[in-house]
């Protein structure tokens, strides 16, 4: 059993990040049941929502002549272009119904600024804006983190850089994560995170 000043967070399990959707994760369906397994071993449990607004920045359709996964400069350096996803308020930015989130404490949404795309739980791609959840764990006496859910390479790989780089102790839950991979993402995301003293291990271990 984790230790009460252990938080399990969820990312970006949404319907639009899962199969069928406008920015699936292929097979990333297969993290539900890992996670829901998880959740009673947990005293506390936060979500993280992507939820951009239709004009958002990272939106390929909002760049004539672009398309997704082209990068574009941004006034914070690169910004890998997506298709539409995680609109504020629609269907595609809920959470998958099969994943039970009834004792989650917190839902931290994230890039719902126009111009500044947020991958990390933590902090936007600005990597100065931040979202207020290091000083929520702070103030709640939380120590350690548990991370699962979409994507291994983005929004997972970046709340976790930055869960160990806060201090926190940071465990990353591998089979209750799934990734996106462009041009081996998922390796590079591995190694930042080992060499930050992340422990990646598995959603029976924790
Ligand atoms: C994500 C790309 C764009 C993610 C969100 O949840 O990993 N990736 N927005
Ligand atoms: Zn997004």
């Not at 350690?144 to 929004?155: F, K, Q």
Request: hydrophobic share 40%; charged share 20%.
């Amino acid at each position: 059993m984790p230790a009460s000043d252990t938080v399990l967070m969820v990312i970006d399990v949404q319907i639009d990040f899962l199969p069928g959707g406008p920015l699936a994760v292929k097979d990333g369906d297969a993290v539900i049941a890992p996670i829901n397994k998880m959740m009673p071993r947990f005293s506390n449990i936060i979500a993280a929502q992507d939820w951009h607004p239709a004009d958002h920045f990272s939106f390929a359709a909002n760049h004539p002549g672009k398309s997704p996964f082209d990068v574009v400069e941004s006034s914070y350096g690169p910004q890998t272009l997506w298709p539409v996803h995680a609109v504020q308020g629609t269907p595609g930015a809920d959470f998958h119904p099969d994943l039970d989130l009834s004792r989650a404490e917190l839902v931290v949404r994230k890039g719902f600024r126009r111009d500044i795309d947020s991958y990390s739980a933590f902090y936007e791609n600005d990597r100065t804006t931040p979202t207020g959840l290091a000083g929520y764990l702070r103030e709640r006496g939380f120590k350690r983190v548990v991370i699962t859910g979409l994507a291994t390479d983005y929004c997972v790989g970046f709340s976790t850089l930055d869960a160990a780089k806060l201090g926190f102790e940071t465990h990353l839950a591998l089979d209750a994560c799934w990734g996106i991979d462009i041009d081996g993402s998922i390796g590079k995301m591995l190694d930042q995170m080992a060499a930050l003293g992340v422990t990646i291990t598995n959603s029976e271990a924790v």
